[in-house]
């Protein structure tokens, strides 16, 4: 065999090795993080829309983090590389009020604002919490009174 073709069969099985390893890294770390989903209802209505997001609670290491949003009071977030690993993670639920004017000092153009709709103890001041599980279809109910 030529010195050619054996630099070209080391090439392809240097190649084929990176490959292989790239793809168990890389998927099993994406493929143990869990899906969600669920619904969320404000004052006995499903909330028409606004976000969710799911925070690792103190002291838990690695620290992650994703979210959602929120259409018609449902949420999903996909297994695999923006789902969560098995463990308990900090709720935040945010919706904001259509914009509202409000009038600026004298001179000034009107400011356009809005409301948070949710209570703080479900955003800023949250102490809902979730497990994620290997074992449960990961699929959580959200009442806000």
Not at 16 to 41: H, P
Not at 49 to 69: H, K, L, N, R
């Amino acid at each position: 065999m030529s010195f050619v073709a054996r630099m070209s069969l080391s090439n392809w099985h240097v190649t084929a090795v990176l490959l292989a390893t790239s793809m168990i890294v890389g998927c099993g770390e994406a493929d143990s993080r869990k899906g969600l989903a669920g619904n969320v209802t404000l004052k006995g209505e499903p909330l028409p829309s606004g976000s969710i997001q799911f925070e690792s609670v103190a002291g838990q290491s690695p620290v992650f983090s994703t979210g959602a949003m929120i259409k018609d009071g449902w949420f999903v977030v996909p297994a695999g590389a923006t789902g969560l690993p098995v463990g308990q993670y900090r709720v935040i639920i945010n919706a904001a009020s259509a914009p509202f004017s409000v009038t600026g000092p004298p001179g000034s153009q009107p400011i356009l604002k809005t409301k948070e709709l949710v209570p703080a103890s479900y955003n800023t001041n949250s102490e809902v919490t979730i497990q994620v599980s290997n074992e449960a279809e990961n699929e959580y109910t959200f009442d806000i009174p």
